[in-house]
């Protein structure tokens, strides 16, 4: 599996690569807005700067929501580093979009998606990822990783190349049930992440083993 962050912050970025775990990275407008990163020029630079300090895809997502606007943003977007993925949003316009970049051998992210039709479209347009949002749908008290187990199932009856990229994870607990579904990718914050780490067995134990090691000496 695949661990992407999502975030834009370059501190956390550079936090989970030194772990040596990060496969890449995910951002959307409103991460981007919450760095306090705005204008057509920041926004290029801070992508560039995000693909320094990684070395997987990078996830840069369009603003436009028709297909002529989406195509010229994304080859902006993609012209900057052969790491980055354009990311489009789950609208007719966003799928022809897909579709032409998937053609000329541009990676793409579809993301905004919150059904298995949807998820159907973005592979038959030859998305590289899609993004299921479980933490979103779990928000309205509907099974967010039902959805990810429906995606593997299709994708997997037809044998769709689409990579399954679990987005809107809250917590240590979608990152593992991910995991069991079959998720390829799952994208989720700093926290979640690092709360893989915690085991309370782990802390005692490493105490007592340090607090013998000390008896030794
Ligand atoms: O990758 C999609 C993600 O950014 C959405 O997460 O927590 O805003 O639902 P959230």
Redesign the pocket.
Known sequence: MKFFI?TANLEQIKEAQALGILDGV?T?P??MAKEGITGEANIINHYKAICEEVDGHVSAEVISTDFEGMVKEGEVLASLNPQIVVKLPMIADGVKACKYFSDKGIKTNV?LVFSAGQALLAAKAGATYV?P?I??LD?ISTDGLNLISEIRLIYDNYMYDTQILA??V?HTMHIIDCAKIGADVM?GPLSAITGLLKHPLTDSGLAKFLADYQKGH
């Open positions: 999502d995910t959307n409103s991460l993301t993004s949002f933490g979103r928000d987005a809107s809250r994208t």
